[in-house]
């Protein structure tokens, strides 16, 4: 069955960086878009970036832009969400998602304090 898998959240002071990780399993993930969604404390799900199936075209959220980075390994089953300059709004639980079909990962924690 489809599994998604985020890994690498964690505690970090505004301005530091951290790279979640998603593993994918139980599809052929080399032909599938990906996203990466959140939410945040109180809030409801927000589109983060996605990522075409071969890598070559990612998407993102304006507040996000130029700050994260999706990428993605097909030879792994894995994708990547390179964040830089958190600020304490990012702050949130990250998923990773399949565009096709209604299939998340158990989420990962993020949190941007000081």
């Known amino acids: 069955q489809v599994q998604l898998v985020e890994s690498g959240g964690g505690s970090v002071q505004p301005g530091g960086s951290l790279k979640l990780s998603c593993s994918a399993s139980?599809?052929?993930?080399?032909?599938?878009?990906m996203h990466w969604v959140r939410q945040g404390p109180g809030k409801g799900v927000e589109w983060v970036g996605s990522?075409?199936?071969?890598?070559?075209?990612?998407q993102y959220q304006q507040s996000v832009k130029g700050r994260f980075t999706v990428s993605r390994d097909n030879a792994k089953n894995m994708m990547y969400l390179q964040m830089n300059n958190l600020k304490p709004e990012d702050t949130a639980v990250y998923y990773c998602?399949?565009?096709?079909?209604?299939?998340w990962g158990q989420g990962t924690q993020v949190t941007v304090s000081s």
């Open positions: 139980g599809f052929s993930f080399s032909s599938e878009s």
């Open positions: 990522i075409n199936s071969r890598g070559q075209i990612s």
């Open positions: 998602k399949r565009v096709s079909g209604d299939y």
